[in-house]
């Protein structure tokens, strides 16, 4: 069926430091991956997204891998700040319209 | 702000009831989408309009409906409602929705709260 795990479910690390939420998707179709960022009392928000036919793809301190192979996708984010302090949802797309999203990362980033 | 609202904030009911969730998508964006988040869940997708026709569907249950209207506003209807049914509504809209290949911008969602 259609799932995408995600891990782990909570995350803390010192500010400065990087933090790594993988997620691994079932159906070998989805050829889309957003990341999104929801912070408390809000909607998620878009903060990169890679297509399947791309490894990697970089924007200032985040940076999102694919596998395609491995069906894992991976979002890393350098240089934490508080700010970065957020519930985490991978996704991924199946066919052109329908989403399935993971289960989400707390992350804490301790100052 | 990412331009989509949402109305009511908060909803508080009890169960059997029936309820309407609002969503006015941004401007110039023709699709709707529609998720439950239930607490510590992902999103859970519903239901999708585009220029007001729906376009695809999740697991959305019977009970439940939407419409999308000329304006492009849509509508989340709820009924016969159960105590499971309490959960974060967000709303979401892009320009085309044809996926990959332009942006979801949720809304703040709504809490719906059945007793």
């Known amino acids: 069926g259609e799932n995408v795990e995600q891990h782990p479910s909570t995350l803390s690390v010192q500010e400065g430091d990087s933090a790594v939420i993988k997620c691994t998707y079932s159906d070998s179709a989805s050829n889309y991956f957003p990341w999104y960022k929801q912070e408390l009392g809000k909607g998620p928000q878009l903060i990169i997204d890679i297509r399947s036919n791309v490894g990697e793809k970089k924007d200032q301190r985040i940076a999102v891998t694919l596998n395609k192979t491995a069906k894992h996708f991976s979002l890393h984010i350098t240089e934490t700040q508080p700010e970065d302090s957020a519930v985490y949802f991978c996704a991924a797309l199946k066919g052109t319209y329908k989403y399935i999203f993971g289960t989400g990362t707390r992350l804490k980033v301790l100052a | 702000d990412s331009g989509v609202t949402q109305t009511p904030k908060h909803l508080i009911t009890a169960t059997g009831q029936r309820v309407t969730l609002r969503c006015s998508p941004r401007s110039g964006d023709l699709s709707v989408y529609w998720y439950q988040q239930s607490l510590d869940q992902g999103l859970q997708f519903l239901i999708q309009?585009?220029?007001?026709?729906?376009?695809a569907k999740g697991n959305i249950l019977e009970r439940f409906s939407a419409q999308q209207f000329p304006d492009l506003h849509s509508e989340l209807n709820l009924s016969s409602l159960e105590l499971g049914d309490s959960a974060l509504y967000f709303c979401a809209s892009s320009v085309v929705g044809g996926g990959g290949t332009d942006t979801q911008y949720f809304g703040p969602g709504t809490r719906l709260t059945v007793l």
């Open positions: 309009y585009y220029n007001g026709e729906e376009r």
